[in-house]
């Protein structure tokens, strides 16, 4: 989101963020909420342990914390403070104190600091959130603070600052590298008039860093995912001064970037934005404001990553493996241009002419504005494959049990009562527990006869015996089922548990 004025190779560029907020006179029905945005895209609230998302900002904003506890009691979301640990506010150098200057831009670093704050801890709630503070607005010390965030145990890193690549980047791209942390950046926005050349920026840019673009999002009736496209202020292109990491290399390739890399990398929502409360935004109304922009975009990937655990290092190949294996882990956004945003011009240094048509707009599979695409839930983020994936469905019944009783009319059923007696969750990889209530179908199997019942969340379902069914039932003094749990995921296939019961009369 944030853009900044060109500078000379060698010379650090000043990053300066851009006001990218319209003000809501409460929470507003056009900026998304937490909820909102974890429905669209099949989010649970609460994901793996031990995740900490660490904010990189600018300038001390000393009603962040304020704000989020605002935002959080008016959501519903789990309190995040500093009291219990939740919430930690450092400077470059990870330590509490001193902290920076008020900021010097009349609120718009504050507005970044709330918003990604407030993102990051909407869309995952079991995640720890960091904001490091950098003393100025320039390269070299959003650098430290990145590098401060990594030490302090930080296992996903995003940032919103986005000046235009220059080979002076080089000297500080070691500090945007530590194997246990994924970093996450900000594409920014190519209309914003403030510097953008028609380049990529930094540090989207380095191959390790997750570039994130925007998109345009609809939702259907029910709130659910509808549909998407490009968000036409999304930057995209190919860098002028890195080379494409090796999982990168064939999709780089074919959107005309040869082997040098490609922005973007994956995309979510930037347009209709979130709601958002900023004390001190510099703007005028408030505290409520409505956001948009790539700085919505990148902390949504920064929770989601948080919500799956963290891959650190191998989280940008990890991707990309999916996007080749599992497609169907994406949204893949197939609609919608850049246009003046994306300018596929030869490069002054290399010989690169990307095309138009794929390095700035959406098409099948990769394209550059959006990259892999959406996140369709967990799917394209788990360490070992999606939840119901075709590599990893670990579903579990936790209970099954069951009793006869006698119907009207002297037909005998099987009652199975959901609420209590019967319970099924499944398990992914991560130890993170889903329920299946909203895709679930139960199949039971009665001797040779298979019987479908209600999705699960019905009370109570019952299932009627056969004549020889009961008579078996009256001859043996029990009688076998076969409970089968049947769900389809976002990846795979159905996949299925079994578990036998015994029912006696």
Same mark, same amino acid.
């Given at each position: 989101?944030?853009?900044?004025?060109?500078?000379?190779?060698?010379?650090?560029?000043? +990053?300066?963020?851009? %006001?990218?907020?319209?003000?809501?006179?409460?929470?507003?029905?056009?900026?998304?909420? @937490?909820?909102?945005?974890?429905?669209?895209?099949?989010?649970?609230?609460?994901?793996?342990?031990?995740?900490?998302?660490?904010?990189?900002?600018?300038?001390?904003?000393?009603?962040?914390?304020?704000?989020?506890?605002?935002?959080?009691?008016?959501?519903?979301?789990?309190?995040?403070?500093?009291? &219990?640990?939740?919430?930690?506010?450092?400077?470059?150098?990870?330590?509490?104190?001193?902290?920076?200057?008020?900021?010097?831009?009349?609120?718009?670093?504050?507005?970044?600091?709330?918003?990604?704050?407030?993102?990051?801890?909407?869309?995952?709630?079991?995640?720890?959130?960091?904001?490091?503070?950098?003393?100025?607005?320039?390269?070299?010390?959003?650098?430290?603070?990145?590098?401060?965030? !990594?030490?302090?145990?930080?296992?996903?890193?995003?940032?919103?600052?986005?000046?235009?690549?220059?080979?002076?980047? #080089?000297?500080?791209?070691?500090?945007?590298?530590?194997?246990?942390?994924?970093?996450?950046?900000?594409?920014?926005?190519?209309?914003?008039?403030?510097?953008?050349?028609?380049?990529?920026?930094? @540090?989207?840019?380095?191959?390790?860093?997750?570039?994130?673009?925007?998109?345009?999002?609809?939702?259907?009736?029910?709130?659910?995912?509808?549909?998407?496209?490009?968000?036409? &202020?999304?930057?995209?292109?190919?860098?002028?001064?890195?080379?494409?990491?090796?999982?990168?290399?064939?999709?780089?390739?074919?959107?005309?970037?040869?082997? /040098?890399?490609? +922005?973007?990398?994956?995309?979510? *929502?930037?347009?209709?934005?979130?709601?958002?409360?900023?004390?001190?935004?510099?703007?005028?109304?408030?505290?409520?404001?409505?956001?948009?922009? =790539?700085?919505?975009?990148?902390?949504?990937?920064?929770?989601? %990553?948080? *919500?799956?655990?963290?891959?650190?290092?191998? #989280?940008?190949?990890?991707?990309?493996?999916?996007?080749?294996?599992?497609?169907?882990?994406?949204?893949?956004?197939?609609?919608?241009?850049?246009?003046?945003?994306? %300018?596929? %011009?030869?490069? @002054?240094?290399?010989?690169?002419?990307?095309?138009?048509?794929?390095?700035?707009?959406?098409? /099948?599979?990769?394209?550059?504005?959006?990259?892999?695409?959406?996140?369709?839930?967990?799917?394209?983020? *788990?360490?070992?494959?999606?939840?119901?994936?075709?590599?990893?469905?670990?579903?579990?019944?936790?209970?099954?049990?069951?009793? *006869?009783?006698?119907?009207?009319?002297?037909? =005998?059923?099987?009652?199975?009562?959901?609420?209590?007696?019967? !319970?099924?969750?499944?398990?992914?990889?991560?130890?993170?527990?889903?329920?299946?209530? &909203?895709?679930?179908?139960?199949?039971?199997?009665?001797?040779?006869?298979?019987?479908?019942?209600?999705?699960?969340?019905?009370?109570?379902?019952? +299932?009627?015996?056969?004549?020889?069914?009961?008579?078996?039932?009256?001859?043996?003094?029990?009688?076998?089922?076969?409970?089968?749990?049947?769900?389809?995921?976002?990846?795979?296939?159905?996949?299925?548990?079994? /578990?036998?019961?015994?029912?006696?009369?």
């Amino acid at each position: 989101m944030v853009a900044a004025m060109p500078s000379n190779a060698g010379t650090p560029a000043l +990053v300066r963020a851009p %006001i990218a907020i319209e003000r809501a006179a409460a929470a507003s029905a056009q900026g998304l909420s @937490p909820q909102q945005i974890r429905q669209a895209y099949a989010l649970p609230a609460g994901g793996a342990g031990g995740q900490r998302i660490a904010i990189i900002s600018a300038f001390n904003d000393p009603h962040v914390a304020v704000d989020l506890a605002a935002y959080t009691k008016h959501y519903g979301v789990a309190p995040c403070t500093e009291a &219990s640990g939740c919430l930690r506010i450092i400077n470059e150098q990870g330590k509490t104190k001193p902290l920076p200057q008020l900021d010097l831009t009349g609120g718009q670093w504050n507005t970044e600091s709330a918003l990604g704050v407030e993102l990051a801890r909407g869309v995952c709630q079991t995640c720890g959130i960091t904001l490091v503070e950098a003393t100025e607005d320039d390269v070299p010390d959003f650098a430290h603070a990145v590098h401060a965030a !990594a030490l302090a145990h930080a296992t996903v890193v995003v940032t919103t600052f986005t000046p235009p690549e220059d080979p002076f980047d #080089e000297t500080v791209a070691a500090d945007f590298s530590h194997p246990g942390t994924a970093f996450v950046a900000a594409a920014g926005e190519a209309a914003t008039g403030d510097g953008y050349t028609g380049g990529v920026n930094f @540090p989207s840019d380095l191959p390790g860093v997750l570039a994130v673009g925007g998109t345009v999002l609809r939702r259907g009736p029910s709130g659910a995912y509808g549909s998407e496209s490009v968000w036409d &202020s999304t930057v995209s292109g190919c860098s002028e001064q890195e080379y494409a990491g090796l999982w990168q290399l064939t999709d780089a390739a074919e959107v005309g970037c040869q082997a /040098r890399r490609a +922005v973007v990398d994956i995309a979510a *929502l930037s347009e209709p934005g979130a709601s958002v409360h900023i004390t001190d935004s510099g703007s005028p109304g408030g505290p409520w404001f409505d956001a948009d922009g =790539t700085s919505v975009s990148a902390p949504i990937i920064a929770g989601v %990553i948080g *919500l799956a655990g963290s891959l650190g290092g191998n #989280e940008a190949s990890t991707l990309y493996a999916r996007g080749l294996n599992d497609p169907g882990a994406f949204h893949d956004i197939t609609h919608g241009d850049n246009g003046t945003g994306c %300018i596929p %011009i030869p490069s @002054p240094y290399y010989n690169i002419a990307p095309t138009a048509a794929l390095i700035c707009q959406a098409g /099948r599979g990769y394209d550059g504005p959006t990259g892999l695409g959406t996140p369709f839930g967990l799917a394209a983020f *788990l360490r070992n494959g999606g939840a119901l994936s075709r590599s990893h469905p670990r579903l579990t019944i936790s209970s099954a049990s069951g009793k *006869l009783v006698l119907q009207r009319g002297g037909v =005998t059923h099987f009652l199975l009562r959901n609420s209590n007696a019967f !319970a099924v969750t499944g398990t992914v990889a991560t130890s993170i527990s889903f329920p299946l209530a &909203s895709g679930g179908t139960l199949a039971v199997t009665v001797a040779k006869g298979k019987l479908r019942l209600a999705p699960l969340g019905a009370e109570s379902v019952k +299932v009627p015996l056969t004549a020889v069914e009961r008579q078996s039932l009256s001859r043996a003094g029990q009688l076998r089922l076969t409970i089968r749990l049947q769900v389809r995921g976002p990846v795979a296939p159905t996949v299925g548990k079994a /578990r036998a019961l015994h029912l006696y009369p």
